[in-house]
């Protein structure tokens, strides 16, 4: 898809430069030959992900820009969202991709190279295993949520934050599990998906699982 078409699809999400626009392109090209052999998103209609993908984590970018995280961990990022648009979105932040599939975090580091991130790394393993912490932790439909969540916090620093994009019905349960967070209140993603962004500070030890 070329930069005239993802312009419009990405206008209720956030607002892209003409060079963040190539990248999306680019980024794009790759994902929709990648998928026609490997199962990265089951999403398969390019105008969808645009606005499901690419329109949701470019959002979520918008709010977070705001904290100016010197650092964020994308915990199980797939097939890079929210990780890689947040990467384009704020150069600044030095974005680490925790994906255990190999095949996936092959896709991944082929995106950094072809878009010539520098700011973006990956890690190839289970985040238990990851021994850094980040300012920002984000999260985007993972499996096991309730373990993920509580691994993903032992990743955050203290006094850092968490972002999760999750469906409105999974608010309670964040906030029951991760009640030593001090949770903002949700975000709704524009689409008309049911989806969220929910934000929080981490204001306690968090003992890794």
């Known amino acids: 898809m070329d930069k005239i ?7 209720p999400f956030a607002k892209l430069d003409q060079l963040q626009l ?6 794009i090209d790759l994902l929709l030959k990648w998928n026609a052999r490997t199962n990265l998103t089951a999403v398969r209609e390019p105008r969808e992900m645009v606005t499901r993908h690419f329109g949701e984590s470019y959002f979520a970018a918008e709010i977070l820009r705001s904290y100016e995280p010197a650092s964020l961990i994308d915990l199980g990022s ?21 994906e255990s599939n190999q095949k996936k975090s092959t896709f991944l580091k082929e995106v950094i190279f072809a878009l010539k ?3 973006v790394s990956v890690f190839n393993g289970r985040a238990e295993s990851y021994d850094r912490n980040a300012g920002l932790v984000t999260m985007r439909a993972v499996e096991g949520f309730e373990r993920a969540l509580l691994t993903a916090l032992a990743l955050v620093e203290q006094k850092g934050r968490i972002a999760l994009m999750i469906g409105e019905g999974q608010i309670v349960k964040a906030r029951n599990l991760a009640q030593e967070v001090e949770w903002g209140n949700p975000v709704t993603i524009p689409g008309g998906h049911s989806r969220i962004l929910l934000i929080g500070t981490k204001n306690a030890k968090v003992e890794r699982k």
Do not use: C, H, M, W
């Open 117 to 119: 991130l520098k700011n």
């Open 78 to 98: 797939g097939a890079g969202f929210p990780g890689i648009p947040i990467a384009i979105r704020l150069p600044g932040t030095q974005v680490t991709l925790i």
């Open 5 to 11: 078409e993802i312009d419009p699809l990405l206008q």
């Open 22 to 27: 190539a990248l999306t392109s680019t980024y």
